[in-house]
Structure formats: C-alpha cells, structure tokens
T-cell receptor, first 109, second 113 residues
Framework: KNEVEQSPQNLTAQEGEFITINCSYS?????LHWLQQHPGGGIVSLFM???GKKKHGRLIATINIQEKHSSLHITASHPRDSAVYIC???????????FGTGTRLQVFP | GAGVSQSPSNKVTEKGKDVELRCDPI?????LYWYRQSLGQGLEFLIY????????KSGLPSDRFSAERTGGSVSTLTIQRTQQEDSAVYLC???????????FGSGTRLTVV
C-alpha cells in the first residue's frame, strides 16, 4: 500500500464546478504539499501545509493531522485548471518528499 | 538564477549509451533533489544533496545511476548503459530549507530507443 494515496485518479468537470481532490497518508509527516503539473511536465508548488487551511485565489487546501487527510478544493473551475494535481508529504524529519500518484483533472468549457 | 534550470529539456538516446542530465538550482539553495516520473507512474525519489553532507542515494534504482553536485551548486545525473525502462521525465528540485518548500525545474524527458 502506498504511503500517500490520492482520489480520484481522474476527474472531469464542467467549467464553474467546485472541485475536490483528496489525499490520505499513513505516516507521520512534518508537512504536506500540493503540486500542479501541466502537460509540459513542469511542476508548480501550490501549497505547503502543516495544519489548518490555506487559500490562494480560487484554490483552498485543508489538512486534518489527526485523520491524516488533506483536501484541495478549486472553486469556480476553469479549463486552465486542467492539470495533474499531486499530493506529497515530507515524512518526519526527512527532507525528501513522498508523492501520491496524482489526480488528472480536466475542466471542459 | 530565478528558477531551477534543467538541461536538456528533451533527450533521445540509443539503448546502451550513457547520458548526462544537468540541474542548475536556485542560487543559495543548499538542498537539491532528483526525482523520476515514469510514464503513468508517480514521482519517485532518486537522490538528495544537502550542503557538504554525504548525499542520500537511497532512491537510485541501480548502479548505472550516479549523481554529483559540484561546488554545492550545479548537479549532474548520469545514467550509464541506458535501458528502455530508464525512459522517464527526470525532475530536479531545490530548496533553501525543506521547511520553506521546494522549487521544481521543468524536467528532462529522456527517451531510450
């Protein structure tokens, strides 16, 4: 079983819909990251969380440390949000990241 | 530089040849990571450099893979005697301190034919 699990693996939505992507992990972590990867392959860091909730524009990320669960929400989704969203955790005191397998999001106009 | 720079962006090589992939991290970032993303797979850790400490090589898949970081800055990932299963996107990331987050490069797409 992977230490970081994401769901769903694939997600399609109509423009304007509210999107939720989930991440569960089974190890103790010092931080959780949400990353965005566009088709060209480059990765952009969206959020780094160790507790609570963060918001940036239409993106909201939450984490529940007790339940070992995080969610990424996209409000008023747009076709340009189409990408692979990756959850990654920093385990304990380690510096390297452990990645989920990603959620492929397609938003249609 | 302003971001993490990787070169080449694409590399096609014949099976059995050696390849070198380069990563130029953000100036001043002491930590540098190499990750690999095979087709349809998630990212996997390869190797991590932190300052002058011995690198964490625990993710390297075989002894055909090696990496070095000269002068605490630029890093080169070398794959010897490439195999088709080495085809993947190789991503580099750097950080000042892991607690502050990471910056990723755009990756090198390696295709072994």
């Amino acid at each position: 079983k992977n230490e970081v699990e994401q769901s769903p693996q694939n997600l399609t939505a109509q423009e304007g819909e509210f999107i939720t992507i989930n991440c569960s992990y089974s190890v103790g972590i010092s931080a959780l990251h949400w990353l965005q990867q566009h088709p060209g392959g480059g990765i952009v860091s969206l959020f780094m969380l160790s507790s609570g909730k963060k918001k940036h524009g239409r993106l909201i990320a939450t984490i529940n440390i007790q339940e070992k669960h995080s969610s990424l929400h996209i409000t008023a989704s747009h076709p340009r949000d189409s990408a692979v969203y990756i959850c990654a955790v920093r385990k304990g005191d380690a510096d390297k990241l452990i990645f989920g397998t990603g959620t492929r999001l397609q938003v249609f106009p | 530089g302003a971001g993490v720079s990787q070169s080449p962006s694409n590399k096609v090589t014949e099976k059995g040849k050696d390849v070198e992939l380069r990563c130029d991290p953000i100036s001043g970032h002491t930590a540098l990571y190499w990750y690999r993303q095979s087709l349809g797979q998630g990212l996997e850790f390869l190797i991590y450099f932190q300052g002058n400490s011995a690198p964490d090589k625990s993710g390297l898949p075989s002894d055909r893979f090696s990496a070095e970081r000269t002068g605490g800055s630029v890093s080169t990932l070398t794959i010897q005697r490439t195999q088709q299963e080495d085809s993947a996107v190789y991503l580099c990331a750097s950080s000042l301190v892991a607690a502050y987050g990471y910056t990723f490069g755009s990756g090198t797409r390696l295709t072994v034919v």
